[in-house]
């Protein structure tokens, strides 16, 4: 039987009880904090932790890091320069710029401005950031010397471009510009996912639902001004996004890894080396980093936040051996429509009986439901489909008002309460404890990104040689999930030649889409 640990349990004792912890008194002025002002937005948050906490490190690099007024004022600097152009506020500001400062920088920038934006990984395929970048009728892009260097980017008359460097050099503030002023419920930035249909699509996000979600995660993670967090994700999925304000809205400083640029290598010696104190990643990159490093122990972690995709039995009990019994490990559920909705702790000398680790109990205002095929209830121990109620959930997809309606439901009482069906099947237990039983349609799970397998099949079916092709995942023997296209085609050689199909992907879609195989069928 698992150890029931609930994120309102008492933290050192392991029983039900009052949050404390030894930063205790701290962290309860700053969850009252979060309480009086769910009002506010994102960045006039920032700018009341950048005023509290001037001296303290905001966020660190490779080769650099800020403290919490230096970051102010380069995005006050920015912020400025955004707003000198005049932008149509209806529209969002692109972010075409690497994870890491830089991109913090951009992204509060543009809040500030009184804008909203929208991520473009660099590193990825042209084509998709194309699309991103006509699907959300972006009306600036904002640059870097590195993305300008890496990114094969189209902009078109109606988008204008902005470099990040010059805009540091030619104007540097620590007071903030008179700038238009974002409310709550204006919307604060678009992430686009994996989409159904063969294009990505954008979910839309205001001020008030994910502060909310902030406040979720400070209060079950005990954050603090004096811990150490990673930003280990990708900035253009809901965890990178997450991970960032989680850390920057509660004082503490963000510790920027690059995976793409540095691998595993050097993560374990990083990780001490940085005295990380809390860290959040994918399972599939835990699992590696403490397959690579099992004599490590990483004495200063005091929490890990694993996500993204089922966390094992074996994931548990390599963080028995390898963290301190101080050390708590936390898993859930959460999606990028509406964030974390479910939580469970785990600590060294917890016992986890079943082959993968519970999704976890209720917390605060996201009310679960299991609805069968009519949309009614089920009752206890039934399964069906998971949805989610609540204020503080994504407000539906850009300019998708298909899409929206046919996931999005509002209750007629209360406009801000809506119920998000997320397309995962599940059962609640007597004890409510909510079992994940997998996907109801073709959505599925790579080393913890979402993929819609039709936008694999209409980027394969896009290839001159290609006729018909259908994906499908399949389990290696290291228990990882991989992807094998199966495809009908007029060259009778082409499965013989997967590098040529792989750079013809690679040009259209991320690297956890390409196929690991690919097979070739007479039909």
């Not at 400025?80 to 951009?106: E, H, T, Y």
């Not at 543009?110 to 959300?136: V, Y």
Request: charged share 25%.
């Amino acid at each position: 039987m698992h150890q029931r640990n609930r994120p309102s349990q008492d933290l050192e004792t392991g029983t039900p009880g009052k949050v404390r912890n030894s930063s205790n008194v701290e962290f309860e002025q700053f969850v009252s904090f979060v309480e009086s002002t769910t009002q506010q937005t994102l960045i006039s948050q920032f700018d009341s932790i950048a005023e509290r906490y001037p001296e303290s490190p905001s966020i660190c690099g490779a080769d650099q890091s800020l403290t919490f007024q230096e970051l102010q004022a380069r995005v006050n600097s920015l912020a400025a320069r955004i707003a000198d152009r005049n932008l149509n506020r209806k529209q969002p500001i692109a972010v075409c710029v690497p994870q890491g400062i830089d991109f913090v920088v951009s992204i509060l920038a543009a809040m500030k401005a009184g804008h909203f934006w929208t991520p473009l990984d660099p590193a990825i395929a042209a084509a998709r950031n194309q699309h991103i970048l006509s699907d959300s009728d972006a009306s600036l892009v904002l640059v870097n010397e590195e993305s300008l260097a890496t990114t094969n980017l189209s902009i078109d008359r109606k988008n204008e471009t902005l470099s990040i460097e010059e805009t540091v050099e030619a104007r540097s503030s620590k007071s903030a510009p008179s700038l238009p002023m974002q409310e709550t419920n204006d919307i604060a930035f678009i992430l686009y996912t994996s989409g159904s249909t063969g294009k990505p699509k954008g979910v839309i996000h205001t001020h008030r639902s994910f502060l909310h979600n902030v406040k979720r995660h400070s209060e079950s993670f005990q954050f603090t001004s004096h811990d150490r967090a990673t930003l280990l994700y990708s900035c253009t999925v809901y965890g990178g996004v997450r991970d960032i304000f989680n850390a920057l809205l509660n004082g503490a400083s963000l510790h920027h890894y690059s995976l793409n640029q540095r691998g595993l290598t050097d993560l374990a010696d990083w990780l001490v080396e940085s005295k990380i104190t809390i860290y959040c990643s994918v399972a599939t990159v835990f699992r590696q980093l403490v397959a690579t490093h099992q004599d490590r122990k990483f004495s200063n972690i005091r929490l890990i936040k694993l996500g993204g995709e089922v966390v094992r039995r074996t994931d548990f009990e390599a963080f028995q051996k390898a963290f301190s019994a101080r050390c708590q490990l936390s898993c859930g559920l959460a999606s990028t429509e509406v964030g974390a909705v479910r939580q469970f702790f785990l600590k060294t000398n917890s016992v986890v009986e079943k082959s993968r680790v519970s999704c976890g109990y209720e917390i605060s205002d996201m009310e679960v439901l299991i609805l069968d095929e009519n949309g009614n209830q089920c009752p206890v121990g039934q399964s069906g489909e998971i949805a989610i109620r609540s204020r503080y959930i994504a407000s539906g997809y850009w300019r998708r008002p298909d899409l929206t309606d046919a996931a999005f439901s509002v209750d007629p009482q209360d406009p801000l309460l809506r119920t998000f069906r997320m397309g995962d099947l599940g059962k609640i237990e007597a004890d409510g404890e909510l079992i994940h039983l997998g996907r109801r349609d073709r959505q599925v799970k790579i080393h913890g990104n979402r993929v819609e397998l039709p936008e694999i099949e209409v980027a394969l079916i896009g290839h001159p040689s290609i006729q018909d092709a259908l994906v499908k995942t399949w389990v290696d023997a290291r228990s990882h999930t991989r992807l094998v296209a199966y495809i009908t085609s007029t060259d009778r050689h082409l499965d013989s030649d997967e590098e040529s199909l792989r750079a013809y992907l690679c040009e259209r879609l991320p690297g956890y889409m390409i196929p690991s195989r690919f097979v070739l069928l007479d039909s």
